[in-house]
């Protein structure tokens, strides 16, 4: 298996736009975390989602973060309209049957100007 | 606040030294902890773990201890290297509640030969 694959590896944006940020988890893991990581708030999570159906949003920042898992091998990270403060690496993670041992992908590093 | 914590952000070593680098955590709850390293442009890569039946467990050059009475836990890295060279997070969580992992802010590792 390839890992945990993340798309893309860096983005920059301009404050406002919309930005989607994609995760391929490894096959057969039925849990996919979302964390946010920066130098002052160190690895938050974002979103997490059990069988593509999320568990817990609750670190999610504001309404203009939303996270989708239309299927087992898929997930996005939407910001709409993304702002400065957004500007983080954002990674993605599985694991197998329950949440214990999770698998980063590489990250997408996220910049917005 | 966070529930898991680092003593010290930085830590500097000699190569062939032995490193410790600690971790405290707050929620008596936890009942498994890992340790993970992240190198720089990388996602975290999993190192060990540990659940809370046991107080010690060791792996390649690597010792994790557990102290439930104090909420401690440790990473000891024998016969440092050069490559060993990274940021660490310990992160906890609660396995039976299916919750996800709670991550600490890090701590740097230099190794100097």
């Known amino acids: 298996d390839a890992g945990v694959i993340q798309s893309p590896r860096h983005e920059v944006t301009e404050m406002g736009q919309e930005v989607t940020l994609r995760c391929k988890p490894i096959?057969?893991?039925?849990?996919l975390f979302w964390y946010r990581q920066t130098m002052m708030r160190g690895l938050e999570l974002l979103i997490y989602?059990?069988?593509?159906?999320?568990?817990?949003d609750s670190g999610m920042p504001e309404d203009r973060f939303s996270a989708k898992m239309p299927n087992a091998s898929f997930s996005t990270l939407k910001i709409q309209p993304s702002e400065p403060r957004d500007s983080a690496v954002y990674f993605c993670?599985?694991?197998?049957?329950?949440?214990?041992?999770?698998?980063f992908g590489q990250g997408t590093r996220l910049t917005v100007v | 606040g966070e529930s898991v914590g680092l003593h010290l952000p930085t830590l500097s070593v000699q190569e062939g030294d032995n490193s410790i680098i600690n971790c405290a955590y707050s929620n008596s709850a936890s009942d498994y902890f890992i340790w993970y390293k992240q190198e720089s442009g990388k996602g975290p890569q999993f190192i060990i773990d540990?659940?809370?039946?046991?107080d010690k467990r060791q792996g390649q050059r690597v010792t994790v201890l557990l102290n439930k009475t104090v909420k401690h836990l440790s990473l000891q890295i024998a016969a440092t290297q050069p490559g060993d060279s990274a940021v660490y997070f310990c992160?906890?969580?609660?396995?039976?509640?299916?919750?996800?992992?709670?991550f600490g802010k890090g701590t740097t590792l230099s190794v100097s030969s």
């Open positions: 989602f059990n069988n593509n159906v999320p568990i817990d």
């Open positions: 992160a906890e969580n609660m396995s039976q509640a299916g919750t996800a992992l709670i």
């Open positions: 540990i659940r809370s039946n046991m």
């Open positions: 096959s057969g893991h039925d849990y």
């Open positions: 993670a599985s694991s197998l049957d329950r949440p214990l041992e999770a698998f």
